[in-house]
């Protein structure tokens, strides 16, 4: 079966449910506005060989362009779409799609906007959709359906609870389309540049709009600050503290060059940088998305790239913020550790981030490797403590009749038998046979430790003492007096 391979566009959306990123609709003279197709990022991938799967057969969504999608619902596990550009007349502008049921459904929704607010509208496009950790997905300016005009509205949906609610536009910036925007870790929205009237908007001057109080407030921007743009993409670093943007539509009788296409800002002091880079710098685009995924800011089609030499899919790894890489291999971020897991550091490295290509060369001798040294390890491990358990036990016999002494023998001993006990942990020496790490352990630490007799064990005496241990457990678990912990 011939793979399917999506025509380039530019104006869809991009959107992450769970493992699959959705791509819907777009602008290519309105022949590729019907597809509906992911890609699943739960497992690795090379931009070099995407594998799509395409869903345009149970797409019910007209055709469109410039609409705006988030991932909603009670566990933000559903698409939602929100307005557009269509060349058919439609009613509605809203639409959810259920991964689990493969469908399409159009919501009810009650409007809360007060009359007295005047016309607003509620069908926009050309705009930039970011959802809240309630929910909540807000809708900025764009461009008012039917009368096509810049509006700098901000409409509010509540993706759980199917309320439309009006935000403020006191203080807000001029209105625009095209321009960035990501939520802040504070619960802010940082919107930037766009398009209106006068072309391209400067990026001297950001805008910040408060979810929980519902006001705004702008920042002048310093360093290297970027040319006017619009058409750009906007994300959040890994460490919350910038925003990273790329590509984009330069101002009249401009243009952007590779080395000048990503910049990023400190959301704290809101001076502008050039990061460092490394990898193949590619060709800058304009009216693509952008999404974060694990630790790469995932770039999706757009204008003004050669497909022939280029993949249809970006990936810049921004988990080092001291240096950005561009790369062609994605590997998924690891499952989520459960709880009862909390606070352990991984033994091993996940599948997941190894390449392809070793994962079946590295097995047999990695498996085998961790055997032999678990087996070691874990020997000497139990030898140890288990000598030192029954030299404390032995002690604590002689010290019945001091029960101070016996408390105060208890306290030391244990802390020696942790002290030894780390040390295996931390410090990985060579082991070269079973015997020589038994001899070692005799006589590890026998300069703190009360040692009744000080000839040294062999092993057939070393044997008849673990055999002897064994039977003071079974008797100490009968009893219920001074618990070994």
């Given amino acids: 079966m011939t793979p399917y391979k999506p025509m380039g566009r530019s104006r869809h959306t991009a959107t992450l449910v769970d493992d699959k990123l959705y791509i819907l609709g777009g602008y290519k003279s309105l022949e590729v506005g019907k597809d509906f197709f992911y890609l699943d990022v739960s497992v690795p991938f090379i931009t070099r060989n995407l594998l799509w799967k395409d869903l345009s057969s149970i797409n019910t ?25 269509v060349d058919v007349t439609v009613t509605d502008f809203v639409y959810i799609f259920d991964p689990k049921s493969n469908s ?43 009368v096509n005009i810049f509006n700098n509205d901000m409409l509010i949906l509540d993706t759980k609870k199917f309320i439309w609610e009006l935000g403020s536009s006191f203080d807000a910036p001029t209105a625009r389309i095209h321009y960035g925007a990501a939520l802040l870790p504070d619960n802010r929205i940082i919107y930037m540049g766009g398009f209106n009237d006068g072309g391209a908007l400067t990026l001297n001057q950001v805008y910040l709009y408060d979810t929980i109080n519902n006001n705004w ?3 002048t921007t310093s360093g290297i600050v970027p040319s006017g743009r619009n058409g750009f993409s906007a ?25 000048n296409s990503l910049y990023e800002l400190n959301v704290i002091n809101f001076e502008w940088h050039i990061p460092k880079i490394s990898g193949i710098i590619p060709k800058s685009r304009a009216y693509h998305r952008a999404n974060v995924i694990g630790k790469y800011m995932v770039i999706t089609f757009g204008e003004g790239y050669d497909r022939f030499t280029e993949s249809d899919i970006l990936l810049l790894d921004i988990s080092n913020v001291d240096e950005y890489k561009w790369t062609y291999e994605f590997y998924p971020p690891p499952p989520p550790q459960s709880s009862t897991n909390s606070g352990k550091v991984p033994t091993s490295t996940s599948p997941s981030t190894i390449s392809p290509s070793i994962i079946v060369q590295s097995q047999s001798a990695s498996s085998m490797t961790g055997a032999i040294i678990g087996s070691l390890i874990g020997g000497a491990t139990l030898s140890s403590v288990g000598f030192l358990l029954y030299r404390w036990n032995k002690n604590r016999q002689k010290s019945d009749n001091n029960n101070n002494q016996e408390e105060k023998n208890t306290y030391n001993h ?13 410090n990985h020496e060579p082991i070269s046979t079973p015997d020589s790490i038994i001899n070692n352990c005799s006589n590890h630490g026998q300069e703190s ?12 005496e070393l044997k ?18 001074n618990p070994i912990k």
């Fill in 235 to 259: 994300v959040l670093g890994s460490d919350g503290q910038r925003v990273i943007i790329y590509g984009g539509a330069p101002a009249i009788n401009q243009e952007f060059t590779p080395e």
């Fill in 104 to 146: 399409w459904s159009i919501p009810q929704i009650t409007d809360n906007i007060p009359k007295s607010n005047g016309n607003i509208s509620m069908k926009k496009s050309v705009l930039t959709g970011i959802i809240d950790q309630n929910g909540k997905m807000y809708l900025w300016g764009g461009l008012a359906k039917g």
């Fill in 217 to 219: 407030n702008a920042k």
């Fill in 61 to 85: 969504v007209p055709s469109h362009y410039g609409a705006i999608s988030v991932n909603g619902g009670e566990n933000n596990n559903r698409l939602f779409l929100y307005g557009g550009i």
């Fill in 449 to 460: 430790i009360p040692i009744v007799d000080d000839n040294r064990l062999t092993l057939h």
């Fill in 464 to 481: 008849q003492e673990i055999q002897d241990l064994r039977q003071i457990i079974i008797q100490s678990n009968k009893q219920s007096t």
């Fill in 414 to 426: 244990r802390r020696e038998i942790e002290q030894i006990q780390n040390e295996f942990i931390t």
